[in-house]
Structures are given as structure tokens and as C-alpha cells.
């Protein structure tokens, strides 16, 4: 079965970086959009960042960009959050998803991804 495995999280100040992973498995990746978003307490799950499964088109939410970078390594069936200047509105848990290429027509909403990795919680402190 699809499995998706959340890595990378963890407390950081204001201003540092951290790089989140989600390693896939259970599906051929080559044919997967991949997708970040994110939940704060007592908030709803947000889009972060997403990218199609050739790498050459990536999307983000108007409050990461310039600051979050998404990729992928299709030889290590894994996808990255890079995140700098991290900002104590930042904080929260982080998911990532996937969604067959075909039918990935929302790239920011998560109601396009069936398959869901289990979180990683990310603390930026001020």
C-alpha cells in the first residue's frame, strides 16, 4: 500500500532552517504531484507548497514564498521542504501529500491528495 514517511521536524529559532522529507513508497513516484501543507492548532490545514512530477512547475502559498522550497529526487522517491527564515507563525504540524499526476488539477487544496503522510511537528520559536 501507499506509505508516506514525515521527517525532518523539530524546534528552531526565528530567522533559522530546518528540511523536511517525505519518503514514498508503495507507488511508482515518477507519475506523483507531490504536495506540502500544514496545521496549526486550533486551525485548518493549510497549503504550503506543491510540485508535478516532472519538477518543472512548483507552486506555494503567498506566505511562504521567497522563504520555502519544495523539490523532489525521483531516484530516492522523496520530496523536500526547504525552509529558511522560519517565522514563529510557522509552527505547526507538517504534512505531506500525494496526488496521481493525471488528476491533480488543485494543486493547493487538499482535497486533490489521497495519500497523506503522518506529520512532522515544526516549533519556531521568537
Known amino acids: 500500500q501507499v506509505q508516506l514517511v514525515d521527517s525532518g521536524g523539530g524546534l528552531v529559532q526565528a530567522g533559522g532552517s530546518l528540511r523536511l522529507s517525505c519518503a514514498a513508497s508503495?507507488?511508482?513516484?515518477?507519475?506523483?504531484?507531490m504536495g506540502w501543507f500544514r496545521q496549526a492548532p486550533g486551525k485548518e490545514r493549510e497549503f504550503v507548497a506543491a510540485?508535478?512530477?516532472?519538477?518543472?512547475?512548483?507552486y506555494y502559498a503567498n506566505s511562504v514564498k521567497g522563504r520555502f522550497t519544495i523539490s523532489r529526487d525521483d531516484a530516492k522517491n522523496t520530496v523536500y521542504l526547504q525552509m529558511d527564515s522560519l517565522k514563529p507563525e510557522d509552527t505547526a504540524v507538517y504534512y505531506c501529500?500525494?496526488?496521481?499526476?493525471?488528476?491533480?488539477?488543485?494543486?493547493?487544496?487538499?482535497?486533490?491528495?489521497?495519500?497523506w503522510g503522518q506529520g512532522t511537528q515544526v516549533t519556531v520559536s521568537s
Open positions: 510540485i508535478n512530477r516532472s519538477s518543472n512547475n512548483t
Open positions: 501529500a500525494a496526488a496521481y499526476d493525471r488528476t491533480w488539477f488543485s494543486p493547493n487544496r487538499h482535497e486533490t491528495y489521497p495519500y
Open positions: 508503495g507507488l511508482t513516484f515518477t507519475l506523483y504531484a
